[in-house]
């Protein structure tokens, strides 16, 4: 089955710099890669995602980067701010296929940003 | 708008005892996913109904079940608790239209197995 393998799983950076978080996909019929942010003690939100047909997404502070090829996809956080402190979780979908509702996640990585 | 409404928030059964969740989706939303999380494992996938049809299943034992009515609110139930099931027993509610596929998740449910 699908597998996703997400990277670092901590990350600590100083209030200002970027953060990236990148993540591997196994299955080359993915097609969705959508990023969750859990602040503690709170539910996943969306914060973006993109498509197999487009290689770059931004919106605002964060982008998502997406290497068909290689089967890869990253997280860029710029200008971090402590509200940006979370667990960040990535996934892959295949949309048309049977997978319904099976987001396949990656293991989370914790962002902690000081001020 | 109303988000995903999860039902009860946290509770505490023991060892044997089988427990029942509920979810209420987004207005509109026919397709509920269930999701275990816990730190060891993560975010795991457990079931995903569509008008009242269990359309994927992911790998947990029989003792996991669920259903969804016809108002789109779905529960799942399990039976027999056992330790290991102590986790967050997160729904997420999504359109299932082509493109419209994102799912929005609910607070979770917080379930302990003492």
């Known amino acids: 089955g699908e597998n996703v393998e997400q990277h670092p799983s901590t990350l600590s950076v100083q209030e200002g710099d970027s953060a990236v978080i990148k993540c591997t996909y196994s299955?080359?019929?993915?097609?969705?890669f959508p990023w969750y942010k859990q602040e503690l003690g709170k539910r996943p939100q969306l914060i973006i995602d993109?498509?197999?047909?487009?290689g770059e997404k931004k919106d605002q502070r964060i982008a998502v980067t997406l290497n068909k090829t290689a089967k890869h996809f990253s997280l860029h956080i710029t200008e971090t701010q402590p509200e940006d402190s979370a667990v960040y979780f990535c996934?892959?979908?295949?949309?048309?296929?049977?997978?319904?509702?099976?987001?396949?996640f990656g293991q989370g990585t914790i962002l902690t940003v000081h001020p | 708008k109303a988000g995903v409404t999860q039902t009860p928030r946290y509770l505490i059964k023991t060892r044997g005892q089988q427990v029942t969740l509920s979810c209420s989706p987004i207005?509109?939303?026919?397709?509920v996913s269930w999701y275990q999380q816990t730190p060891g494992q993560g975010l795991q996938f457990l079931f995903e109904y569509f008008s009242e049809t269990q359309r994927n299943k992911g790998n947990f034992p029989g003792r996991f079940s669920g259903r969804q009515f016809s108002n789109s609110r779905s529960e799942m139930n399990v039976s027999t608790l056992e330790l290991g099931d102590s986790a967050l027993y997160l729904c997420a509610s999504s359109l299932d239209r082509a493109g419209a596929n994102v799912l929005t998740f609910g607070a979770g449910s917080r379930l302990t197995v003492l």
């Open positions: 207005s509109g939303h026919r397709s």
């Open positions: 993109i498509r197999s047909n487009v």
């Open positions: 299955d080359s019929a993915s097609n969705y």
């Open positions: 996934a892959s979908y295949r949309v048309g296929g049977t997978s319904y509702g099976k987001l396949t």
